[in-house]
């Protein structure tokens, strides 16, 4: 099986329906990730963390063999190996030097069939009650997650990935079963590889391996959503500081504005030389500000977050309004698009300097929009958006729909 | 002109700033690492903080050139900036396309060697730094690095990377302004890049940026170690932080590619000894690592991990144990997959400019010298059991200082 080449790509779908997508580049390692569109947001009312959960128990080892023999695995190819779950997708990925390949990519194919022996579930249950409890003590993720909760409202992008203390406390060996027999099916599945590969080694080493897998017929619902707008405060203990979120309605992932929308939240929210940089970092009110487009798929956001003495709240408040406001009114000048476009063509260039820094847009573009996309084209396409396209973004004036939450200090004035 | 893979080139400008260049085959764009001894180490007593105001108050103007105008004139060529300021160093980093370098090492130049410190940026950049000692005070982990490193270390260098609110206050422009020139210096400096030029070339367009830069550094001596001991600091929070820090070896010394090899497989995988035992064998932690801090010519090795209160003494008695298990030595298996793994992951960090240029910078601090790529893997290659083994033997027993942040440990070790 040859598949298709699309402009230096290489792209097949197996009979079981998984797909394969590779990006060959001149480099001395290999990437390769298995990507699963699944994430937080497809989870039922009781199966809060059971995504997180369960990219935590592949690595737990499949019938064949037990945890430890899979991290010696992973060590014995020198493979730097991770995992992560989002909303939209669980991702286990690693990079290994070229003649690794195939051992790498079986290892990580493996992954998608763990055993949930009840003995793993257990332990690694505590470690996700400690990782919560991490998460508990570090107040901006507390603010983001609370403020993500209040904007989204119903829609499932509102829960917290890790699920709850109660929600994880809930998953059994049971539950975590018919989650993965749901939602990691073949047809949910694409195996990414970038760097120097064998293509049709590649391809017919994922045949065999994945034979006997099966689609399993989930579709992962879109609801009817409006953006939640105002803003809320909440006080609490345990931390000094205030720490403010902001969340507004924005082009999805498939939606072709998504690149206008990444350069107006670049205009605003540049770390370097963005106007709430200008308004609240650079006159010492905050200690960072930022803002950032987050294209979901189906459903997309700005979201925005700075840090200040709780004395100072109501005045960065006021500085942010104010800032959103203007550039509502106003837009973008042609010299601030023109350095968004170029600060973020650079960004694109440097994520592509290595096979690892391709794999995770690789995925999302081709499971959100089957899209393979050279970092040369990307940035062809950043350069070629109109300033235009941002002002017909703000027309819809998201900044005034949105919401912002602030988490403040129960010790503060 | 193109790059070719031939390793890096070193030169010493008479101005004593260190420079290393790495040419790196296809890529198009290219990565600078400035480096130099700008730290609240060796802030005045009485003004500790002064090196996180002079970081930010460098970078608001130059020349010519208001704030906003340098932060133009690096978006101009779309170059993206970083940097920070620690207890021993400040930095800067630039990532930019290869064929704009000769645009933007000025502008790099410009901030260390012709900024501005205008009166009218002044506050801004105290308030900033005060908002960011306020913002570490809020961070578990930083915390506990903060109480770690006052544990091991007297006087200057057990100092915060923050300062001391109070001198943060009273500090005048002109006071930092007078300190900033004494300390904004090429002595002691690195400058390193990496990228899709050939070596040569970035050399000399360096050599012609930073050839003005005037000034010698004071010399601040070695730091004084604290004898080992037992420290909580209390704070709010539901994890107990925990650090264990011992002796290691030194940069240069000998043992030390046996170290990095013993670290790798205590800490440095997913079967790495500490992972295996702390979080698959007993789910005591989320996270838990371990790993080497050159400060001044001395090195720590600092375990770290985090727990419930109820389990901190259990973690703290594993990790003791797993620390006190190396001397016994590593398995056959364990150093083959250990050198696998850090041969990887010199190639892997070689692959990007800003990795090579970091690493770049921080071989010429540590080993007075930047190394191959290939020097690297040699060294780790030729590595034997009888090596390793006769080195971690050598080492002495376990005597740990023991730091722990946030609700105190219940159990033995609650005192």
Known sequence: MGGVKVDGFDLVTLPNGLRLIGQRADARSIAVGLTFNVGARDEAADEGGAAHLLEHLAFKGDDDRGADDVNRAFDELGARVNAFTSHDRTMYYGAALPDECARLTALLLSLARPSLRPADVEVERRVVLEEIGMAEDRPEGRAWERGAQLFFGEHPLGRPVLGTRSSVAALTPERMRAFHGRWYGSERALLVVSGAYDWDAFVAQAQAATEDWTPGGSTRAQPVWAPRRGSQEMRAGGFERAHLTWFAPAPSSQDPARIAAALLARVVGDGDNGRLFWALVEPGLVDDAALWFDPADGVGSFQAAATTDDAQHDLVVETVVDVLTRFEREGPTAPEWARAQRALATEVTLAAESPMGRLADLADAWLDREEAETAEATVARILATPLAAGLTLLEAAPFSSGLRFSLRPSSGP | ?415
């Open chain 2, 1 to 415: 002109m193109a790059p070719s893979a031939s390793g890096p080139q070193f030169t010493v400008l008479p101005n004593g700033l260190r420079i290393a260049a790495a040419g790196m085959p296809g890529l198009t764009t290219l990565s600078a690492h400035l480096r130099w001894p700008l730290g609240t180490a060796g802030d005045p007593s009485d003004a500790q903080g002064a090196a996180v105001v002079i970081h930010e108050w460098l970078q608001r103007g130059a020349g010519d050139r208001n704030a906003h105008d340098q932060a133009d004139a690096f978006d101009r060529y779309g170059a993206r900036r970083g940097g920070g300021v620690g207890r021993e160093y400040a930095s800067l980093g630039v990532a930019c396309l290869a064929r704009d370098a000769a645009h933007v090492l000025p502008l790099v130049a410009d901030v260390v060697t012709a900024a501005r410190l205008d009166d009218d940026e002044f506050e801004g950049a105290r308030q900033l730094a005060l908002q960011e000692l306020a913002a570490a005070a809020d961070d578990p982990g930083e915390r506990l690095l903060e109480a770690a490193v006052a544990a091991r270390y007297a006087g200057r260098y057990g100092r915060s990377a923050y300062g001391v609110r109070g001198h943060l206050a009273r500090l005048s422009a002109a006071r930092v302004r007078a300190i900033a020139r004494a300390r904004v210096v090429p002595a002691g400096a690195v400058l390193a890049l990496a990228g899709g030029l050939d070596a040569a070339t970035m050399l000399a367009l360096a050599a012609t940026a930073f050839g003005g830069w005037r000034g010698a550094a004071p010399d601040r001596g070695a730091p004084t170690l604290r004898p080992r001991r037992r420290v909580h600091r209390s704070g709010s929070g539901g994890q107990t932080q925990i650090a264990l820090i011992d002796d290691a070896v030194r940069p240069g010394e000998e043992g030390w590619t046996e170290q990095a090899v013993a670290m790798t497989a205590l800490s440095g995988a997913t079967a790495a000894r500490l992972w295996t035992v702390v979080r698959e064998a007993r789910g005591l932690a989320y996270e838990v690592g371990s790993g080497i801090h050159i400060v001044a010519g001395d090195a720590y090795r600092l375990t770290h991990a985090a727990t419930a209160p109820e389990r901190a003494s259990e973690l703290i008695d594993v990790l003791h144990g797993e620390l006190e298990r190396c001397r016994d030595g590593l398995g056959a298996d364990e150093l083959r997959r250990a050198q696998r793994l850090l041969r990887a992951a010199v190639v892997f960090e070689a692959e990007t400019s800003g990795g090579r240029a970091a690493r770049l910078a921080s071989d010429v601090v540590r080993f007075g010298r930047p190394r191959a790529v290939e020097e690297v893997e040699d060294a780790v290659a030729a590595l034997t059991l009888v090596k390793v083994n006769g080195f971690l033997a050598s080492r002495p027993p376990l005597a740990a200082t023991v730091v722990t942040t946030g609700p105190r440990p219940e159990g033995a070790w609650a005192a």
